[in-house]
């Protein structure tokens, strides 16, 4: 796979910023323009710390408004108890809504919500515990991925969510067992015989869940103890060997107590089709949802072989990936249907439109916008399946399940919400940041180059002239150019003087109305 060494403008650098964050503004674009590819895919290539969810709503009874609850006791009363779970699950969809409408300028964001849908794990038992596995996702997103599969699998909310703190040596039980294969891992091949699914059979589903046993959580919504627990009890563990099938060569795993689900970790991830299917699933999340032979060849198979050199290190992967010629190309580039918080936060960052309301109205407003998400088909900690969305994996529809007759009639009133009126959430409105996206193009008062920065911005291919044009007389009105730029100069002389700020504001939102409903805003 060759690195990229054609032109970097910014159709470029913009495609770089869209597949890898949730909207940049036009200045982040030129940025890296100016940058160059290899200083700006090494800054995106980097995770921050991430602050904690933060408690606002009534129904918190433990903390004081404005402090965490990720290692907050829950009230003994089973009322209030249920009250406070309420509460923190609406913090929890607001804090990840804030984190991606206020992301920094890197991968973070899109790696996490990578790894939530690979997953697949839904908050069902308390908040804490989705915090902490988020938590360990977020910080693990560029890391070692042998190592965060061994954590995940011990982790209090997967072992809530597939049954393991139930799985016993007196009633083993498949649940993880089965999705660490066929999902988590090296993938569920073509069926080749009864059982056998070419990469794993049947019988490694029953030994990994004799494996797995032992594994207890404590603490669950406790008003006692400040965290969900996973507790190892060797008494409930099978210690007996276990046998493999031909696929891992047959291999008996001795017991080995609390570690020895690592061990069987170990020899799953001595198989190549680990790597490829890792790096198949990063492929059509990152780039196009289209593997084609050659693209397996040239592409899937270099990345996994590039995973299994650096013990599989995540961070090497997306470093080749995201400066290889391939990744580039045209034919990928708009390949992708905007998922649905790609969609709002694609309307809300690149406008850096961002909610300054306080902390609870703030926290109002991005639990909101959670929900806005959630009604369109992605609620992100309640994924459909442990599968995660159809759209990643349902051929071959793949993306396109994002757009049918009702998601895309909701996509448009948001927009129309967003531009026009705003959106109301209690006493406050969220409403598009139209002049301060418009003084952040590189020459707002030239009405050609406002529309050429516009589509720059949302757009993942150019638009021909027609389009351009017809754009253009939107913003002006049907006026001549410089009728445009004299009324954005009246503004920039008096920007606070609403008889002039007001009609440039509206001309930009019947622009933004438009563009924002164009097919071509609609993909990435």
Not at 319 to 333: E, G
């Amino acid at each position: 796979m060759q690195v990229y060494t054609g032109p970097w403008t910014k159709a470029e650098a913009a495609h770089l910023l869209r597949r890898t964050t949730f909207g940049a503004t036009n200045q982040q674009i030129l940025a890296a323009v100016s940058n160059g590819m290899t200083a700006t895919v090494n800054s995106i290539l980097q995770i921050p710390i991430s602050s904690e969810p933060l408690a606002y709503d009534a129904g918190e009874t433990i903390v004081p408004q404005g402090s965490s609850w990720v290692n907050a006791v829950y009230p003994a009363n089973q009322t209030q108890n249920q009250q406070t779970e309420n509460a923190r699950f609406k913090s929890l969809g607001a804090w990840i809504a804030k984190n991606i409408n206020q992301e920094q300028l890197c991968i973070a964001e899109k790696m996490a919500f990578f790894w939530q849908n690979h997953f697949g794990v839904t908050a069902t038992a308390e908040s804490r515990a989705m915090y902490h596995f988020l938590a360990l996702l977020r910080q693990n997103a560029l890391g070692n991925f042998k190592q965060l599969m061994k954590d995940v699998t011990i982790d209090p909310a997967m072992l809530l969510f597939l049954n393991g703190a139930t799985n016993n040596v007196f009633s083993p039980n498949e649940n993880y067992s089965r999705e660490l294969l066929e999902l988590f891992s090296i993938g569920k091949g073509n069926q080749i015989a009864t059982g056998d699914y070419s990469t794993y059979t049947e019988t490694d589903v029953a030994a990994g869940a004799k494996i797995l046993t032992g594994y207890t959580v404590t603490g669950v919504r406790s008003s006692t103890e400040t965290q969900a627990l996973a507790i190892f009890n060797p008494i409930l563990h099978d210690n007996a060997s276990k046998t493999l099938s031909y696929h891992f060569n047959n291999q008996v795993l001795a017991g080995a107590g609390a570690t020895e689900y690592a061990n069987y970790i170990d020899v799953i991830f001595a198989q190549p089709q680990v790597a490829k299917y890792i790096c198949s699933k990063l492929y059509r999340y990152f780039v196009n949802y289209d593997i084609t032979p050659t693209v397996q060849t040239d592409v899937i198979d270099v990345l996994a072989q590039t995973f299994i050199n650096n013990n599989f290190e995540i961070l090497p992967v997306m470093q080749q990936l995201l400066t290889s010629d391939h990744f580039y190309d045209m034919s990928v580039r708009g390949a992708i249907i905007r998922n649905p918080l790609d969609m709002v936060m694609g309307v809300l960052n690149p406008t850096q439109t961002i909610p300054n309301f306080g902390l609870v109205g703030d926290y109002q407003t991005y639990i909101s916008i959670y929900y806005v998400a959630d009604t369109m088909g992605q609620s992100y900690i309640i994924p459909p399946s442990v599968a995660g969305w159809t759209a990643y994996y349902q051929a071959p529809a793949f993306s396109k399940l994002w757009i049918n007759s009702t998601y895309i009639k909701k996509r448009f009133d948001i927009v129309s919400a967003i531009v026009y009126t705003g959106i109301p959430i209690g006493t406050n409105t969220l409403k598009m940041n139209h002049l301060g996206f418009l003084n952040g193009l590189s020459n707002p008062s030239s009405a050609p180059q406002v529309i050429d920065d516009i589509c720059d911005v949302f757009f993942p291919k150019a638009i021909d002239a027609t389009d351009k044009l017809m754009l253009k007389l939107i913003l002006t009105g049907g006026l001549p150019d410089f009728e445009w730029t004299i009324q954005y100069t009246d503004y920039a002389n008096d920007p606070t003087n609403i008889a002039v700020s007001n009609p440039v504001m509206q001309r930009m939102q019947a622009v933004m109305n438009v563009i924002l409903k164009m097919p071509q805003f609609q993909t990435i």
